[in-house]
């Protein structure tokens, strides 16, 4: 049975971003367990030639992507600038 506090608003988008968060957070812990391995597989395989640094670059561009949607909370196109260009839209009509 859910209380109220359960149904409020608030306490569904909170949740929502306990959850966005647990799964960055799961990126961020599987990006960096696989780049440690790869890292050292690299070291074992060819010491000379660090090709490790390409997987561990474009997979961490999106590391940061991610965390940055998450962190930043959608406030550089998030529910905030929505309703503003809704309000700006509307105006001009």
Do not use: T
Request: aromatic share 10%; hydrophobic share 50%.
């Amino acid at each position: 049975m859910e209380s109220n506090l359960d149904q409020s608003p608030e306490y569904r988008a909170a949740r929502c971003q306990v959850r966005r968060l647990r799964g960055f957070y799961a990126h961020l812990s599987v990006y960096l367990a696989v780049n440690a391995g790869l890292l050292v597989i690299n070291l074992f395989s060819a010491p000379g030639r660090l090709w490790v640094v390409w997987p561990l670059a474009g997979w961490g561009i999106a590391v940061v992507i991610h965390g940055a949607s998450v962190l930043l909370g959608g406030r550089l196109l998030g529910a905030e600038w929505e309703a503003r260009k809704i309000r700006e839209i509307m105006d001009r009509k």
